[in-house]
């Protein structure tokens, strides 16, 4: 069997050298284009040359499942793919296909009223430059997850290198995969990306089908140029809809040579109601997600019935009709399912597509583009009139042929005298027209209620903190009396069912012993913290996102918070933007200040920080509460939480797992910016308002929040090279949650006569607010235990309660709240729980 590129390759002396697979996936042909004048032309991407649907379809989707082995089902389920237009949309759509778990968009030249651009770049060897991104949800091309970009031949790298820069800009990865039918760089053009990437600091791969390079002679450009002139008439091009227009052109004569005649007898098209499903996008043009791709292949046997009854009862005996399905330029997706569904049921079909690429097509076994349809375009490009091409339809001994086109391309052009169909039916017998309708993006809604949610709350204004160091998606109730005597607060509770939000106990203000006792945690624990503050950042920065936004969870988790933006703009210049929202345990997560985040911010680049861990009732809090607020409509945001300490091994982003005196959770508001709890009540917070919380600025002289920042900060550098050695450790490691606190919890609360696992408060921190807060009955202690107890035996002290020290307690100290007495003892819903 010939080469499909023998005749190129003798006239100019271009070879393929590479892999024993590429000749049979490439031929060459000639082009007039003043960058390049020869072209691949693949055997099994389904654009110039017809093939079986099964090979197109396979070609791409293999390619998709050895992407997602590359990647893992993790990161496959965080990745977007993209493909180029138009000859790889289909490509890149089977690539996605293949990775399943993943959504596909596809470049386009074909701008869409009332759809924003979310990027654009050139192809610098097309015959059409200008490509543009539409994605119906801006958010799409917004997240950090891999990108695989798809095109059918990667030949310079210049394609991928202007769309990484272009995306790269806007919204930074780790990693890119491309993928491609063929690999055909030179030296200089690997080299050139590797470089690239290294600079951006991005991981790129690279899988293929093979590999090689065009091989290319001294003045190639200009001979191939000169060659196509000759054989093309002297005026250029015919003009469409002449005979000369569908005629093979060249042979090795400036002359073209006979039309194939045409198949009798001739019968106008055929218009065929695909019943295409409702809501599904014709393409990845806007986007396309796996729940779209599922619900196509519900409705492909149908459609496919439909299109088979249109073609006609097949004969009883002899030769089966030979049926092509012809795309349309950048539909090339729903066509080939389509036709991969026809060739199931057992048609002998082919499957291809038009273009807007002039080639020389030559009527030789040796030349891959032998006869050539044109046409005038028929989908009011925006780019204005202009020819269209289908290769290698005219003589390719097709029965029928199933037209495919989308709604906007559905034009009188389509059907007029020099149209495609006319053209079609020009040389093949039977013509069925088949439209799909083109999808048009919702328009956006009108905005919600959260846009008139005011901007955060700063500093000075509300809290100590500078204004740049966190802004408090929460309302001021500073002038609203919220609080009472812990008895009376307690008793409200317990007799009417309050919920502990609803209310505010008296801030607790520490003796000068309490003061000093502060002070000198500080000191011995400030490298401590300051470590763990880098662990955790670094962490964040390695696997969540290069630039996160940091949202805390006021008040315990905004100090760690805002130590973790001083560190990323102390260690890497980052100024990361930091939030306070508010959470309660049996209510949830503030809504309204999550629609806030994701008006202005990515959801994805979103990072929940909070203090410690206990027994990981806030971690489970928050996963519940972030699902629901999915459920209901709103953004999908990470679960994961990042917390300064995990002795309860309740999260994988962590700066230690050690339970040790964290001095923040010693102090209330004097360490928290002045700000105290929040608060949830009804006739306080309306269903459009974030929840609220007061400023202290009467305990300004009190308050140390400033100090106890700078102190841990002052230990930066100190500790750097110890975060880069735990960092690197703990990249490495298996973190999964064992959530072994929570069963240390429940063994504890049996062991104890509690029974409840709500009333046992585990850790340091948690023990700390026990004493402060609460009512509490006794306090356990790691036998041994030194100075991270010093504070909570103070108060044990200042309180009357007991402190009992124990063996194998996994905590360094556990606060019990009396089974009993349950005044201030709040379960998982926030109210008091009564025990018998």
Same mark, same amino acid.
């Given at each position: 069997?010939?080469?499909?590129?023998?005749?190129?390759?003798?006239?100019?002396?271009?070879?393929?050298?590479?892999?024993?697979?590429?000749? /049979?996936?490439?031929?060459?042909?000639?082009?007039?284009?003043?960058?390049?004048?020869?072209?691949?032309?693949?055997?099994?991407?389904?654009?110039?040359?017809? $093939?079986?649907?099964?090979?197109? &379809?396979?070609?791409?989707?293999?390619?998709?499942?050895?992407?997602?082995?590359?990647?893992?089902?993790?990161?496959?389920?965080?990745?977007?793919?993209?493909?180029?237009?138009?000859?790889?949309?289909?490509?890149?759509?089977?690539?996605?296909?293949?990775?399943?778990?993943?959504?596909?968009?596809?470049?386009?030249?074909?701008?869409?009223?009332?759809?924003?651009?979310?990027?654009?770049?050139?192809?610098?060897?097309?015959?059409?430059?200008?490509?543009?991104?539409?994605?119906? /949800?801006?958010?799409?091309?917004?997240?950090?997850?891999?990108?695989?970009?798809?095109?059918?031949?990667?030949?310079?790298?210049?394609?991928?290198?202007?769309?990484?820069?272009?995306?790269? %800009?806007?919204?930074?990865?780790?990693?890119?995969?491309?993928?491609?039918?063929?690999?055909?760089?030179? @030296?200089?053009?690997?080299?050139?990306?590797?470089?690239?990437?290294?600079?951006?600091?991005?991981?790129?791969?690279?899988?293929?089908?093979?590999?090689?390079?065009?091989?290319?002679?001294?003045?190639?450009?200009?001979?191939?140029?000169?060659?196509?002139?000759?054989?093309?008439?002297?005026?250029?091009?015919?003009?469409?809809?002449?005979?000369?227009?569908?005629?093979?052109?060249?042979?090795?004569?400036?002359?073209?040579?006979?039309?194939?005649?045409?198949?009798?007898?001739?019968?106008?098209?055929?218009?065929?109601?695909?019943?295409? @499903?409702?809501?599904?996008?014709?393409?990845?043009?806007?986007?396309?997600?796996?729940?779209?791709?599922?619900?196509?292949?519900?409705?492909?046997?149908?459609?496919?019935?439909?299109?088979?009854?249109?073609?006609?009862?097949?004969?009883?005996? +002899?030769?089966?009709?030979?049926?092509?399905?012809?795309?349309?330029?950048?539909?090339? =997706?729903?066509?080939?399912?389509?036709?991969? *569904?026809?060739?199931?049921?057992?048609?002998?079909?082919?499957?291809?597509?038009?273009?807007?690429?002039?080639?020389?097509?030559?009527?030789?076994?040796?030349?891959?583009?032998?006869?050539?349809?044109?046409?005038?375009?028929?989908?009011?490009?925006?780019?204005?009139?202009?020819?269209? =091409?289908?290769?290698?339809?005219?003589?390719?001994?097709?029965?029928?042929?199933?037209?495919?086109?989308?709604?906007?391309?559905?034009?009188?052009?389509?059907?007029?005298?020099?149209?495609?169909?006319?053209?079609?039916?020009?040389?093949? @017998?039977?013509?069925?027209?088949?439209?799909?309708?083109? =999808?048009?993006?919702?328009?956006?809604?009108?905005?919600?209620?959260?846009?008139?949610?005011?901007?955060?709350?700063?500093?000075?204004?509300?809290?100590? !903190?500078?204004?740049?160091?966190?802004?408090?998606?929460?309302?001021?109730?500073?002038?609203?009396?919220?609080?009472?005597?812990?008895?009376?607060?307690?008793?409200?509770?317990?007799? +009417?069912?309050?919920? !502990?939000?609803?209310?505010?106990?008296?801030?607790?203000?520490?003796?000068?012993? =309490? $003061?000093?006792?502060?002070?000198?945690?500080?000191?011995?624990?400030?490298?401590?913290?300051?470590?763990?503050?880098?662990?955790?950042?670094?962490?964040?920065?390695?696997? #969540?996102?290069?630039?996160?936004?940091?949202?805390?969870?006021?008040?315990?988790?905004?100090?760690?918070?805002?130590?973790?933006?001083?560190?990323? &703009?102390?260690?890497?210049?980052?100024?990361?933007?930091?939030?306070?929202?508010?959470?309660?345990?049996?209510?949830?997560?503030?809504?309204?200040?999550?629609?806030?985040?994701?008006?202005?911010?990515?959801?994805?680049?979103?990072?929940?920080?909070?203090?410690?861990?206990?027994?990981?009732?806030?971690?489970?809090?928050?996963?519940?509460?972030?699902?629901?607020?999915?459920?209901?409509?709103?953004?999908?945001?990470?679960?994961?939480?990042?917390?300064?300490?995990?002795?309860?091994?309740?999260?994988?982003?962590?700066?230690?797992?050690? /339970?040790?005196?964290?001095?923040?959770?010693?102090?209330?508001?004097?360490?928290?910016?002045?700000?105290?709890?929040?608060?949830?009540?009804?006739?306080?917070?309306?269903?459009?308002?974030?929840?609220?919380?007061?400023?202290?600025?009467?305990?300004?002289?009190?308050?140390?929040?400033?100090?106890?920042?700078?102190?841990?900060?002052?230990?930066?550098?100190?500790?750097?090279?110890?975060?880069?050695?735990?960092?690197? *450790?703990?990249?490495?490691?298996?973190?999964?949650?064992?959530?072994?606190?929570?069963?240390?919890?429940?063994?504890?609360?049996?062991?104890?006569?509690?029974?409840?696992?709500?009333?046992?408060?585990?850790?340091?921190? %948690?023990?700390?607010?026990?004493?402060?807060?609460?009512?509490?009955?006794?306090?356990?202690?790691?036998?041994?235990?030194?100075?991270?107890?010093?504070?909570?035996?103070?108060?044990?002290?200042? #309180?009357?309660?007991?402190?009992?020290?124990?063996?194998?307690?996994? !905590?360094?100290?556990?606060?019990?709240?009396?089974?009993?007495?349950?005044?201030?003892?709040?379960?998982?819903? +926030?109210?008091?729980?009564?025990?018998?």
């Amino acid at each position: 069997m010939v080469w499909t590129g023998t005749w190129v390759a003798e006239r100019l002396g271009v070879e393929l050298i590479g892999d024993e697979a590429l000749p /049979d996936l490439l031929g060459l042909a000639l082009r007039r284009n003043p960058r390049r004048a020869h072209l691949l032309v693949s055997n099994v991407l389904g654009k110039h040359v017809p $093939q079986r649907p099964s090979v197109v &379809r396979e070609a791409g989707h293999g390619l998709g499942v050895r992407v997602r082995q590359l990647l893992g089902d993790e990161e496959a389920a965080r990745a977007v793919v993209l493909g180029y237009a138009e000859t790889a949309t289909g490509l890149g759509h089977s690539v996605a296909d293949g990775l399943a778990l993943t959504p596909y968009l596809h470049s386009t030249r074909r701008p869409v009223e009332g759809v924003p651009t979310a990027g654009g770049f050139e192809e610098s060897h097309s015959h059409a430059t200008s490509h543009l991104l539409l994605p119906e /949800d801006p958010k799409l091309l917004a997240g950090d997850g891999p990108l695989v970009l798809v095109d059918d031949e990667f030949s310079t790298g210049n394609t991928v290198l202007n769309t990484i820069r272009d995306l790269h %800009e806007r919204h930074p990865r780790e990693r890119y995969v491309v993928v491609a039918l063929v690999d055909m760089r030179g @030296p200089e053009d690997r080299d050139r990306l590797t470089a690239f990437a290294a600079e951006l600091g991005a991981r790129v791969d690279l899988i293929t089908l093979a590999a090689g390079t065009v091989a290319l002679p001294d003045g190639v450009l200009a001979k191939g140029q000169e060659l196509v002139a000759r054989h093309e008439t002297p005026a250029g091009p015919p003009p469409a809809g002449t005979a000369a227009a569908t005629a093979p052109a060249g042979a090795p004569t400036a002359a073209p040579n006979p039309v194939p005649g045409p198949r009798a007898p001739r019968r106008p098209p055929v218009r065929v109601e695909l019943g295409w @499903p409702a809501g599904v996008p014709d393409g990845g043009r806007h986007g396309f997600d796996p729940d779209h791709r599922a619900r196509l292949e519900a409705a492909l046997p149908a459609m496919a019935a439909r299109v088979t009854e249109a073609l006609g009862p097949r004969p009883a005996a +002899g030769r089966a009709p030979r049926v092509l399905v012809l795309g349309f330029e950048e539909l090339m =997706y729903a066509p080939l399912r389509l036709a991969d *569904e026809l060739e199931r049921t057992g048609t002998d079909v082919r499957y291809s597509t038009t273009t807007r690429s002039p080639v020389l097509a030559v009527d030789d076994p040796g030349y891959a583009i032998r006869t050539r349809l044109v046409f005038p375009a028929h989908d009011e490009p925006a780019d204005g009139p202009g020819d269209r =091409y289908a290769y290698n339809v005219a003589g390719g001994g097709f029965d029928a042929v199933v037209a495919v086109v989308d709604s906007v391309a559905d034009t009188p052009e389509l059907h007029a005298p020099d149209g495609l169909l006319a053209q079609l039916a020009a040389h093949i @017998p039977h013509v069925v027209l088949a439209v799909v309708p083109s =999808y048009v993006p919702q328009a956006p809604e009108a905005p919600e209620r959260s846009s008139m949610l005011p901007e955060p709350l700063r500093g000075p204004a509300f809290s100590s !903190y500078a204004p740049e160091e966190v802004g408090w998606l929460l309302q001021d109730l500073s002038d609203v009396e919220l609080e009472a005597p812990t008895e009376e607060r307690e008793e409200a509770i317990q007799s +009417g069912g309050a919920h !502990y939000a609803e209310s505010l106990p008296v801030e607790y203000q520490p003796d000068a012993r =309490y $003061q000093e006792l502060f002070h000198a945690a500080l000191d011995a624990s400030a490298a401590r913290i300051a470590r763990a503050v880098g662990t955790v950042t670094e962490t964040v920065l390695a696997e #969540r996102s290069p630039r996160p936004v940091l949202v805390s969870l006021a008040r315990a988790g905004t100090p760690v918070g805002v130590l973790m933006r001083r560190w990323a &703009r102390h260690r890497h210049g980052l100024d990361l933007p930091h939030y306070a929202v508010s959470i309660v345990r049996g209510r949830g997560i503030d809504a309204n200040a999550l629609r806030w985040l994701a008006e202005h911010h990515d959801p994805a680049d979103v990072v929940f920080v909070d203090g410690w861990t206990g027994k990981g009732a806030i971690t489970r809090e928050l996963a519940d509460a972030l699902r629901a607020h999915q459920e209901a409509g709103g953004a999908a945001f990470s679960p994961e939480i990042a917390v300064l300490a995990d002795p309860g091994s309740c999260v994988r982003t962590y700066g230690t797992r050690e /339970d040790f005196l964290i001095p923040s959770a010693c102090l209330n508001s004097t360490v928290s910016g002045l700000i105290s709890r929040t608060v949830l009540r009804s006739d306080l917070v309306g269903p459009h308002d974030f929840h609220g919380a007061k400023f202290y600025r009467e305990l300004a002289g009190a308050d140390v929040s400033g100090a106890f920042l700078d102190a841990v900060a002052a230990r930066f550098d100190e500790v750097a090279a110890a975060v880069d050695a735990d960092v690197k *450790e703990l990249l490495a490691a298996d973190r999964t949650p064992t959530w072994e606190g929570w069963a240390a919890v429940e063994r504890i609360s049996t062991t104890y006569g509690i029974h409840d696992v709500n009333l046992v408060k585990p850790g340091v921190g %948690e023990t700390t607010r026990v004493l402060l807060r609460r009512v509490p009955w006794k306090i356990l202690a790691q036998r041994g235990a030194g100075a991270d107890l010093a504070h909570v035996r103070l108060l044990a002290e200042q #309180r009357g309660v007991p402190v009992e020290e124990v063996d194998d307690l996994p !905590y360094t100290c556990v606060g019990l709240i009396h089974p009993q007495y349950t005044r201030g003892a709040t379960g998982a819903d +926030g109210k008091a729980v009564v025990s018998q």
